[in-house]
Structure formats: C-alpha cells, structure tokens
C-alpha cells in the first residue's frame, strides 16, 4: 500500500552520489511460475547490468549496482510479492530499499 509516510519516504532520500535502480515488476497470477517472475525481473535488470563493469563509473557505484541487482533478483527469487505488480528503489551503497505493493497491475 502507498502512504504518504511511503512518499515522503522516497522523495527525500539522498543518496549522496550514487545511483538509486528503480524497477517496476508485473506479478503474474499466483497460478504462474516463479520462474517466469525471476526471468521477467531479470529481464528488466539486463538494461543496468553492463553498469557493473563499467570502467569509466566510479568503483562505488560499480558496487552500489551490482549490490541492487542482487537485491532484487533475491527479492523476485522469494516469490513473495501478491499479484499485480511492486515497485522497488534500491541504492544499496546507501542501505536503501524500499518495496512498494502497486495497486494496479503496469
């Protein structure tokens, strides 16, 4: 659920530098795979991936990236998010994630 307490949240956070991976992630009906799900969310991440190993990118947020991408694929391998969709701002450089239960389906 968005609150308001949820978008103050997310407007005021810093992150002082380092880049914040937004993803916005459908879920599919209870009845469809978690499989489908991680390929869906893995899908949406192979945009950032290459952010990883880019040399001209500063170290930290080389691993700010890479630890958000982690994060992620973790939280779509849990396969605990309700049908319809989430959206997910992750800056793990910063220790930032943040979840949000969508109440629309993207």
């Known amino acids: 659920m968005i609150t308001a307490e949820t978008v103050e949240r997310l407007n005021h956070f810093s992150a002082d530098g380092l880049p914040v991976?937004?993803?916005?992630?459908?879920?599919?009906?209870?009845?469809?795979?978690?499989?489908?799900?991680?390929s869906s969310?893995?899908?949406?991440?192979?945009?950032?991936?290459?952010?990883v190993d880019?040399?001209?990118?500063?170290?930290?947020?080389r691993l700010s990236v890479r630890g958000d991408i982690e994060q992620i694929e973790g939280m779509a391998a849990e396969g605990s998010w309700r049908p319809q969709a989430v959206a997910l701002f992750s800056c793990s450089g910063r220790g930032f994630f943040e979840q949000v239960t969508l109440p629309r389906s993207l």
């Open 21 to 38: 991976v937004s993803a916005y992630v459908r879920v599919p009906p209870e009845d469809t795979s978690r499989r489908q799900l991680q």
């Open 41 to 51: 969310v893995s899908s949406l991440l192979h945009e950032i991936r290459g952010l």
């Open 54 to 61: 880019d040399p001209s990118l500063d170290r930290s947020v």
